[in-house]
């Protein structure tokens, strides 16, 4: 019985080991003969128009408590944003509350005179032609000034895959010249890196207006046509020869 026993072990490890003998070994890379390679580097600026803007109201309160500041400085925010909704600032539109700021003012002997309360409204919009229209509101609303214009492009990542798309493209171009010069010819990408890509960066328009004269100020205060942003791309490619 026991030399049986034996047998069987043996069997089984044997089994084993074939078993393990026959697997499958795992498929090497294939390697790339840089020798018939060309790489360049390129890279591409697409500029595109502004199709958004944003605008911000500042609201400013004053008390003899800290309580009375920030009370009264929350009925003038709502007031601010609720002459925004009236002028159509809603759906497709970003409106949002900065956080309240509370002070305290004092005369040149450091004499308590009152506390100073301060907040921001800024609107965000895809309508630049409202532009006007949404400055008048919030100053009519209560805005104590308006200010931090800012214009960017909406669509950031389709922005930089244009300029990706154009980085290639000259890429091809260069590795083309470079192949040519010695009778050869360009074949695929086998290769690609991308660095140094950037989306559009958003434009702050210089000026603040005070409420006084924000509404009389809003032609000079909005450019006659929105700038011109550009998103960049860089990339590295190695092409095969032919």
Do not use: W
């Not at 003899?64 to 159509?88: C, I, K, N």
């Not at 091809?172 to 086998?190: E, F, N, Q, S, Y």
């Not at 890196?193 to 960066?201: A, H, L, Q, T, Y």
Request: glycine share 10%; net charge neutral; proline share 4%.
């Amino acid at each position: 019985m026991k030399a049986h026993g034996s047998k069987r072990s043996v069997g089984i490890l044997v089994a084993a080991v074939t078993a393990l003998v026959v697997l499958p070994q795992p498929v090497r890379a294939q390697e790339i003969d840089f020798t018939n390679t060309v790489t360049v580097a390129a890279g591409a600026s697409v500029e595109m128009p502004a199709d958004e803007v944003s605008v911000g109201f500042g609201v400013r309160e004053t008390g003899p408590t800290a309580t009375d500041a920030t009370r009264a400085l929350a009925a003038s925010t709502q007031a601010v944003v609720d002459a925004l909704r009236a002028a159509g600032v809603g759906q497709g539109d970003e409106l949002s509350v900065g956080s309240v700021r509370l002070g305290r003012r004092t005369d040149r002997f450091d004499n308590f005179i009152e506390y100073v309360a301060s907040s921001s409204v800024r609107v965000k919009t895809g309508d630049l032609d409202a532009l006007g229209e949404i400055i008048d509101a919030g100053v009519a609303g209560g805005a104590d000034s308006v200010s931090g214009l800012r214009y960017s492009v909406s669509d950031r990542t389709a922005a930089v895959e244009q300029a990706l798309v154009e980085a290639m493209k000259l890429a091809r171009k260069k590795a083309t010249i470079l192949a040519t010069t010695d009778g050869r010819t360009v074949g695929k990408a086998i290769m690609i890196s991308e660095f140094d890509s950037r989306p559009p960066r958003a434009v702050a328009v210089r000026g603040t207006r005070s409420a006084g004269g924000a509404t009389a100020d809003a032609a000079s205060f909005i450019p006659t046509e929105p700038p011109i942003l550009d998103a960049q791309a860089r990339i590295t490619v190695t092409f095969e020869l032919i």
